[in-house]
């Protein structure tokens, strides 16, 4: 998602020619839905990575991945990036 965020970004800069606050309005127009929906994929998987004590840094939940992996993988491939 940085990737794409970074590249989006630079691109409705570029393509905003020098308007910093229109390219800002187009970059979360484009990025909203694709933000949403990864965050919703975190929401749903947090408790998995908590820190305990008994996991203090929080890596436990990686030996066990579940189906948000597949949700994970196809949120952040499935956007359209934009030919800048």
Excluded at 11 to 18: I, R
Excluded at 51 to 77: C, K, L, Y
Aim: overall charge negative; charged content about 30%; hydrophobic content about 40%.
């Amino acid at each position: 998602m940085a990737l794409t965020g970074a590249y989006v970004l630079a691109g409705e800069l570029h393509a905003a020619d020098g308007d910093h606050e229109a390219a800002y309005q187009a970059y979360e127009q484009r990025l909203r839905e694709h933000v949403t929906v990864n965050q919703a994929i975190l929401e749903r998987t947090r408790d998995r990575f908590e820190v305990t004590e008994a996991d203090p840094e929080g890596m436990e939940g990686f030996d066990r991945p579940g189906v948000e992996v597949h949700e994970a993988f196809r949120a952040a491939t499935v956007f359209d990036l934009v030919d800048y």
